[in-house]
Structure formats: C-alpha cells, structure tokens
C-alpha cells in the first residue's frame, strides 16, 4: 500500500491511501446525517417567519399606542402648565394691586 503525506493548518502526517478514503467517506456521511437532524425545513422556516411577522406587528401596535398616550399624556401637561401660568400671572396681578393700594 502506498502512503501520502497531508498537512493541514501546519499539521503533517503520513497516511495509507484507503484509509484516507474511507476516513473522508465517513466524515461526509456523518455530516449528511448531521445536517438532516439540526437544518430547520422549509416548513419551519415559514413558521417562524410568521411568528416573528406576527411579533412585528405586535411590537409595532404597541408603539402605537405609547406614543398616542405619550402624546396625550404632554397635551394634557402643556394644559396644565398654561392654565398654572395664567394663575400665577393673576396673583401677580393681585399682589401688585395690593402692594400699590
């Protein structure tokens, strides 16, 4: 039997020829059963496209509505405030009028 050397990444050895054949045989059959088990099909790729489409949307409907809140929420501030300036000009008004009285 004739033997070759293989070095891979800086590691060399010296093997028989068919035991490289049957080695490389093994380690693709081994892959193939490998990737059969662990790829997702197409089916669950569908499936969990859906399900993240469905999150999206889910994610999208509630940013809706806190920023509609939110919204409502600085409307109802900015009301506030203006109605709290308006009563504290009139107490100055008042306490101005008390002061030149």
């Known amino acids: 039997m004739s033997t070759i050397k293989i070095c891979i990444s800086g590691i060399c ?4 020829k068919l035991f490289l054949i049957f080695e490389a045989y093994v380690f693709s059959f081994q ?3 490998h990737e059969m088990v ?3 099909t197409q089916i669950e790729h569908e499936e969990k496209l859906q399900q993240l489409e469905k999150e999206i949307f889910e994610l999208r409907k509630k940013k809706e509505e806190f920023t ?5 929420l600085q ?3 900015a009301r506030r405030t203006f109605w709290l ?4 000009d009139q107490l100055n008004s008042e ?3 008390h002061k030149n009285a």
Do not use: N
Request: aromatic content about 4%.
């Open 95 to 97: 306490l101005e009028e």
């Open 13 to 16: 050895v010296q093997a028989d």
């Open 38 to 40: 662990d790829k997702p």
């Open 68 to 72: 509609s809140e939110r919204e409502q």
């Open 85 to 88: 300036m308006k009563i504290i």
């Open 75 to 77: 409307s109802r501030y």
């Open 31 to 33: 892959s193939d059963e």
